[in-house]
């Protein structure tokens, strides 16, 4: 990070040490009515107060540390059922398989039509070869 980005113009090029005994009016979006609301409310005065408040490093910690919190049993119940529902709708939305290559879509037998069912398309219907020989005859 570029410190000269986070501090006013007039504080550009000053030591770590100088910026931290600064007003805190002397980082970039705190005015100088912010600077007097801090000190009114919280005896903040410097950017080393505004850095060593309770409450700020108790913010900190607690966002770190929801960054990094495990879910609780619950919410994982609750994203495996989910993802289990989410299978069961559409059950075609598995990965491919690493060794057959291919993901095969299954239709349930009643959806079938067999006009449409090309697998056994060199088979003929034996009642309808029947009846056509008959009547070519």
Known sequence: MNIDTVVDKEYLGQSFRALAAAPVSALRGISAK?????????????VRDLANMDFVKWAQAITTLAD?????????????????????????????SVDAG?????????????????RHSSAKPAGKAGTKDKAAA
Do not use: C, W, Y
């Not at 912010?34 to 410097?46: E, G, I």
């Not at 609780?72 to 990965?95: H, I, N, R, V, Y």
């Open 68 to 96: 990094l919190e495990q879910a609780t049993p619950a919410e994982q119940a609750k994203e495996t059922l989910l993802d289990d529902g989410l299978e069961m709708t559409f059950p075609a939305s598995d990965p491919v």
């Open 102 to 118: 291919i993901t095969r879509i299954e239709v349930p037998p009643e959806m079938v039509d067999a006009k449409d069912d090309h």
């Open 34 to 46: 912010d600077a007097k609301a801090l000190a009114q409310a919280f005896n903040v005065h410097t």
